[in-house]
Antibody, heavy 118, light 111 residues
Framework: EVQLVESGGGLVQPGGSLRLSCAVS????????MSWVRQAPGKGPEWVAMISDDGSIKHYVDSLEGRLTVSRDNGKNLVFLQINNLRAEDTSRYYC????????????WGQGTMVTVS | DIVMTVSPVSLSVTPGQPASISCKSSRSLMYDGKTHLYWYLQKPGQPPQLLIY???KRLSGVPDRFSGSGSGTDFTLEISRVEAEDVGIYYCVQGFQLPWTFGQGTTVDLK
């Protein structure tokens, strides 16, 4: 079964940092681009970061660039998102998502990990 | 950034009746012969799930009561006969230009 499982969220004080992890199973990670999408309570989703299949290409939403670092370890089937200098407005559920080959979309989502900045 | 605008914001539908959601993008989403417009459904308590890609192509397993249409900057998602499992928030999303952006969502519930 194809699965993405996020971890690493929690309650953090403003100015703090978190490293979110995404453990993947059921597919060969090194053939897929991956992204992180966040969703604040009661709001729509927002794409925040993307990483190519081999990790050589990274993109970030402009509003968060400089505070985010996306990375991956294909050998361990893991994708990461480091968030620094957390602010109250970063409070969201963070989803790890997979890009289907050939489509600019998200076909597999994890259940997400909640980050609360307070 | 490309702005995606949906209407209506909410829709209350009698089971078995049709529903239609409109989505407008602030610029054309066509590139290299493809239009990068996608529809997602977020059911309560779940992450969004991809329903339709490239305007009108249903993902495997998506019921054929769902259909997408449109071109350029105007798109529509139609549900021919709404069922209870269709309740949730529908998002149109553009994958033409980073940052990929979501519309604000249309909430569909049952009368």
């Amino acid at each position: 079964e194809v699965q993405l499982v996020e971890s690493g969220g929690g309650l953090v004080q403003p100015g703090g940092s978190l490293r979110l992890s995404c453990a993947v199973s059921g597919f060969t990670l090194n053939t897929y681009w991956m992204s992180w999408v966040r969703q604040a309570p009661g709001k729509g989703p927002e794409w925040v970061a993307m990483i190519s299949d081999d990790g050589s290409i990274k993109h970030y939403v402009d509003s968060l660039e400089g505070r985010l670092t996306v990375s991956r370890d294909n050998g361990k089937n893991l994708v990461f998102l480091q968030i620094n200098n957390l602010r109250a407005e970063d409070t969201s559920r963070y989803y790890c998502v997979r890009h289907p080959v050939g489509l600019h979309a998200f076909d597999i989502w994890g259940q997400g990990t909640m980050v609360t900045v307070s | 950034d490309i702005v995606m605008t949906v209407s209506p914001v909410s829709l209350s539908v009698t089971p078995g009746q049709p529903a239609s959601i409109s989505c407008k993008s602030s610029r054309s989403l066509m590139y290299d012969g493809k239009t990068h417009l996608y529809w997602y459904l977020q059911k309560p308590g779940q992450p969004p799930q991809l329903l339709i890609y490239d305007i009108s192509k249903r993902l495997s397993g998506v019921p054929d009561r769902f259909s997408g249409s449109g071109s350029g900057t105007d798109f529509t998602l139609e549900i021919s006969r709404v069922e209870a499992e269709d309740v949730g928030i529908y998002y149109c999303v553009q994958g033409f230009q980073l940052p990929w952006t979501f519309g604000q969502g249309t909430t569909v519930d049952l009368k």
